[in-house]
C-alpha cells in the first residue's frame, strides 16, 4: 500500500512539475514578447508553386493599404488576429496563419485557394469556381490553367455576391443552378487524372445541355445533362481505350452519350 501510494505521489508530482514549468516558460515568453521589437517579416506563400494568384508583394501591399505597421513594433502589441483577417479577406487567400516569435519575428503564411474551372459567361464576365465551391474573381495578367467552360451561362458573379467576397459553396450549392451543375461536372474531371489531361473545354449549349471539346481529336463530345455522369464517363473512357485507337481521332466529327447505354458516333464526311 505505501508503495503504491508514493509511485501515485510521484506521479501527481511530476504532473505539478511540468504545469508549472510550463507557465513559468509561459510568462517568460510574454515577458520577452513584451519588451521585444519585430525586427523582421517573413511572408511565405506555401503553394506559389502550383498558383500564382497571390505574391509576397501582393500581402506586404495589402497590410500596408489597411495601415498595418508590423517593423519596429512591440511584440507583444502585434494583433495576429487583425492581419490574419485582413488577409482571410482577400479572395485569392483560402486562409492565413500569423504568429510571433521571441526572438522579434513575425510569420504570415498565405494559403491560396485552387480553382478549378474558370467560367466565362455569355456576356464575357470570367471568374474562377475553386475546389471548396468558392467563386474567385478572374485577375488580369495572373490567369489560373483549368477547365474553362463558355456558352450559355448568365450567372453573373454580382448575382450571387453582392459584395464581390467570396462565397460559400452553402450558399451557391443548396439549391439547384447551373453553376451547381458545372461545378460537379468540372470536379470530377478535376479528380480524374485522365480526364484532367484529355477534357479542354465544356460548352454548354442549353440548360441541362453540356458539350465537351477534349484536347485531341476533331470531335465534339455531346454530353447532354449531368445525371449518371460517372456512367456516361466510364463508357467514354472505355470508348477512348478501345475504338479510337483502332479508327483513328479524326474518324467521327461528334460523339453522343445521351442515349442509355451505348454511343452513338457521326462520322466525318469525305469528299
Request: charged share 25%.
Amino acid at each position: 500500500m505505501i508503495k503504491k501510494f508514493l509511485e501515485r505521489y510521484k506521479t501527481v508530482l511530476g504532473i505539478l512539475l511540468i504545469l508549472a514549468y510550463l507557465i513559468g516558460a509561459g510568462i517568460l515568453v510574454h515577458d520577452v514578447l513584451r519588451d521585444a521589437r519585430v525586427k523582421k517579416v517573413n511572408v511565405i506563400v506555401e503553394d506559389s508553386l502550383m498558383n500564382r494568384f497571390v505574391t509576397v508583394d501582393d500581402i506586404i501591399e495589402m497590410l500596408k493599404d489597411s495601415g498595418v505597421v508590423l517593423m519596429g513594433k512591440v511584440c507583444d502589441s502585434v494583433n495576429t488576429y487583425r492581419i490574419e483577417n485582413i488577409i482571410d479577406h482577400n479572395s485569392m487567400v483560402k486562409k492565413s496563419e500569423v504568429y510571433v516569435t521571441y526572438g522579434g519575428e513575425v510569420y504570415i503564411r498565405i494559403w491560396q485557394r485552387n480553382p478549378i474551372v474558370r467560367i466565362i459567361t455569355y456576356d464575357k464576365e470570367s471568374y474562377y469556381i475553386d475546389e471548396d465551391g468558392y467563386l474567385m474573381p478572374y485577375v488580369e495578367g495572373k490567369p489560373g490553367r483549368v477547365l474553362v467552360v463558355t456558352g450559355k451561362i448568365d450567372a453573373p458573379l454580382a448575382l450571387f455576391d453582392k459584395n464581390f467576397n467570396v462565397l460559400h459553396s452553402e450558399i451557391l450549392f443548396n439549391r439547384d443552378t447551373l453553376l451547381k451543375e458545372i461545378y460537379e461536372l468540372s470536379e470530377y474531371i478535376y479528380n480524374n487524372s485522365f480526364w484532367r489531361s484529355n477534357i479542354e473545354q465544356i460548352y454548354v449549349q442549353n440548360e441541362n445541355d453540356f458539350h465537351l471539346i477534349p484536347k485531341v481529336g476533331c470531335f465534339l463530345i455531346n454530353f447532354g445533362d449531368i445525371k449518371d455522369y460517372e456512367k456516361k464517363f466510364r463508357n467514354l473512357f472505355v470508348f477512348y481505350k478501345d475504338v479510337l485507337p483502332k479508327v483513328g481521332w479524326n474518324t467521327y466529327k461528334s460523339i453522343d452519350l445521351r442515349f442509355e447505354n451505348q454511343i452513338v458516333c457521326k462520322k466525318v464526311k469525305k469528299y
